[in-house]
């Protein structure tokens, strides 16, 4: 499947401050970058994505911005809160099978 | 709109034994997939379909066999059931990327093999 690096493994922030997780990826033509969240004990969920025609998109505290010529992208969390402990992951696809990491545990210390 | 719904969510199976997992979705989805989930080991693809009457490998197939007799379910079944299958499996469905490409997720079902 496709090579998903995700860095950090792990991350502990304190409440307010922001969190950036960032995601390398190998092949070319991809052009779809999803972020999931999933919460203890709970299914993942979409959170953003972003396609490689756009470089940056936000949705109030979460962005996501892409560098096609480094290939990677990130997530941005600002003024974190202790709702955002959760792990998140950067699946990759290949001809819409998708592939996850092992994601990225943020612990959001009150 | 029940979403993508699975059956059962909890399981004890003893070594040997047999079972099916279903996945239902009400959102007129092309793909479906089945992961499963171990600790530290993030989501794991088993197998997919793109669409009815179609399935494909994925990561960890081993052990494993589905159908989709219908476009809106996908059963996993485990023919002889071992302790490394001892986890989390999850059932996701999607249009595909070119659509919109979001996974929807199953609550999971939690599946013990003693």
């Known amino acids: 499947g496709e090579n998903v690096e995700q860095h950090p493994s792990t991350l502990s922030v304190q409440e307010g401050d922001s969190a950036v997780i960032k995601c390398t990826y190998s092949?070319?033509?991809?052009?779809?970058f999803p972020w999931y969240k999933q919460e203890l004990g709970k299914r993942p969920q979409l959170i953003i994505d972003?396609?490689?025609?756009?470089g940056e998109k936000k949705d109030q505290r979460i962005a996501v911005t892409l560098n096609k010529t480094a290939k990677h992208f990130s997530l941005h969390i600002t003024e974190t809160q202790p709702e955002d402990s959760a792990v998140y992951f950067c699946?990759?696809?290949?001809?819409?099978?998708?592939?996850f990491g092992s994601g990225t545990k943020l612990n959001v210390k009150p | 709109n029940a979403g993508v719904t699975q059956t059962p969510k909890f399981r004890v199976l003893k070594t040997g034994q047999s079972m099916t997992l279903l996945c239902a979705q009400d959102?007129?989805?092309?793909?479906m997939y089945w992961y499963r989930q171990d600790p530290g080991m993030g989501l794991r693809l088993i197998h997919y379909?793109?669409?009815?009457?179609?399935?494909a490998k994925g990561e960890v197939p081993d052990g494993y066999n589905v159908s989709r007799l219908k476009k809106q379910n996908f059963l996993l079944g485990l023919e002889s059931a071992a302790p490394s299958q001892t986890s989390v499996y999850f059932c996701?469905?999607?249009?595909?990327?070119?659509?919109?490409?979001?996974?929807?997720f199953g609550e999971g079902s939690r599946l013990t093999v003693l």
């Open positions: 092949d070319s033509a991809s052009n779809y």
């Open positions: 699946p990759r696809d290949n001809f819409n099978k998708f592939y």
């Open positions: 996701a469905s999607s249009f595909a990327i070119e659509t919109t490409g979001e996974l929807f």
């Open positions: 379909s793109v669409g009815e009457g179609t399935t």
């Open positions: 972003i396609r490689s025609n756009v």
């Open positions: 959102m007129n989805h092309e793909y």
